[in-house]
């Protein structure tokens, strides 16, 4: 039987493409539905997305992960692509991502926009090239895994992929999340290489490159800590122990030179640290333990979602 494909595009002010975006995928694509999800647009992106034969939703609460997460309840399919409405990304593809996804019974499909430059040819926004490295960078090293693009909207889900993600983020951190939540859970991922292009003139970014930034790496490491928690706290540990040594340094220098200690606080002080990095450590182990059963969890959850 074919797979009944939804296809999601959470929308804000994209007037200009999103009847773009719907036709191409009527057209490469007849067999899917289109979704598109406003999130209290100022311009005509609604009427646009229904004329064009969309079926249209609407999510109050402001955020990109905010409308994702209510289509991923309300939407029901076997086979889910997720896409922006800024028709930066290549609709012709989406065939043969498709194949591969359900050849490979992948459970994330990510459009890779780097590994053949064309995110860096085209993207005209200072420092976005450089974020998108930094954080590839840091999850490939943290979670041992080898993506070469982590924050691409472009993306293939299954239905287990769907129904079992859950997450407390709000908005355009959710293509580092999603990308985590599946490394973290042991999910297969593949990429397929796309023709990354720049918004048309007169289509605006919503994307603030220091805020949206700033909030993408506070996710990472709050992800790190929640995910790889001996990791985080251990090296929490290792830091607070050290400092605890070189505090200690002095005072105990000052007793084997006079027989007594003068700088007293400084002792407590590095006793305290000591006492703190053994406390972390003990913190890690526990939720480490609490980690490996949560996965073991998630697995007997996953395998039984129909």
């Known amino acids: ?13 994209e007037a200009l493409t999103i009847e773009k975006v719907v036709k191409d995928f009527q057209h490469y694509i007849p067999e899917a539905e289109v979704f598109v999800y406003d999130n209290n647009s100022k311009d005509d992106t609604v009427e646009i997305a229904t004329k064009a034969g969309a079926m249209v939703g609407n999510e109050k609460k402001q955020g990109k992960a905010n409308v994702v997460f209510r289509m991923f309840r309300e939407i029901d399919a076997d086979l889910y692509i997720m896409i922006d409405g800024d028709d930066t990304y ?29 995110y860096k040819k085209e993207n005209k926004r200072a420092f976005h090239n450089f974020g998108n490295n930094l954080v590839r960078n840091l999850i490939n090293i943290f979670f041992g ?9 472009y993306r293939i889900f ?8 859950a997450s ?3 908005g355009f951190e959710l293509e580092t999340d999603l990308s985590i939540y599946a490394l973290h859970y ?19 970014s919503k994307l603030n490159t220091f805020t949206d930034g700033f909030k993408v790496i506070k996710l ?30 002095i005072p105990i220098r000052e007793y084997f030179e006079y027989q007594y200690v003068y700088k007293v606080p400084t002792l407590i002080f590095s006793i ?13 182990l526990i939720l480490d333990n609490i980690s490996i059963i949560d996965k073991k969890n998630f697995k007997v959850r996953y395998n039984n979602t129909n």
Request: with cysteine.
């Open 272 to 284: 305290m640290l000591i006492i703190v990095s053994i406390l972390s450590l003990a913190t890690g």
């Open 220 to 249: 990472f490491f709050n992800l790190v800590r929640l995910y790889k928690p001996l990791l985080f706290f251990g090296m929490v540990s290792i830091v607070l122990f050290v400092l605890g040594i070189l505090f200690m340094i």
């Open 158 to 165: 299954s239905r287990k992929f769907v129904k079992n993600y």
């Open 90 to 118: 290549p609709v012709e593809c989406i065939r043969t991502m498709v194949n591969q996804f359900t050849e490979n019974k992948c459970d994330m499909l990510v459009g890779d926009r780097l590994s053949n430059k064309s």
């Open 186 to 204: 042991g999910l297969a991922i593949e990429e397929y290489s796309i023709n990354y292009r720049d918004r048309p003139e007169g289509s605006v």
């Open 1 to 13: 039987m074919n797979p009944k494909i939804a296809v999601l595009v959470p929308c804000y002010n």
């Open 168 to 170: 407390s983020i709000k």
């Open 145 to 153: 895994s080898e993506l070469k693009d982590i924050l691409s909207g």
